[in-house]
């Protein structure tokens, strides 16, 4: 299964939810239409998340908190986040200071990592 808009693309595989996103720079408008897409993709059941985000080169403050925020969060029980530069793991670092999740959240190099993960977070309910 795979749905996809011009910011990014899920898949569900093996009960993880994928999300790759596209767009180089983020705003609220595109995060609320990231998050709207999630939630319409997994029909409000509860997924753990790995995030591919090779193209992103910045979030502003709006989109993170919403991201951050109670709206933004549901229906994500775990997110791994694949880091493979310097930037990106100062990046998220920082955002996990700044704005402490709300769920476990995880920095891998490597995807088949953060999968293993993920796979101890795999409890998907309806909210």
Do not use: C
Not at 33 to 61: A, E, H, M, W
Request: hydrophobic fraction near 45%.
């Amino acid at each position: 299964m795979k749905i996809e808009n011009n910011y990014i693309k899920y898949e569900i595989i093996n009960d993880i939810l994928i999300g790759t996103y596209k767009a180089k720079y983020i705003d609220l408008d595109i995060a609320k239409s990231v998050v709207s897409l999630r939630k319409k993709f997994t029909n409000n059941l509860k997924y753990p998340v790995l995030i591919k985000d090779n193209n992103t080169v910045k979030i502003d403050k709006s989109a993170r908190d919403y991201f951050a925020s109670d709206a933004g969060a549901q229906g994500i029980n775990a997110v791994a986040v694949i880091a493979n530069s310097v930037y990106k793991v100062t990046l998220m670092n920082f955002f996990i200071v700044v704005l402490p999740p709300k769920m476990p959240v995880k920095l891998f190099k490597s995807e088949e990592k953060a999968m293993n993960w993920l796979e101890k977070h795999k409890v998907i309910f309806h909210e």
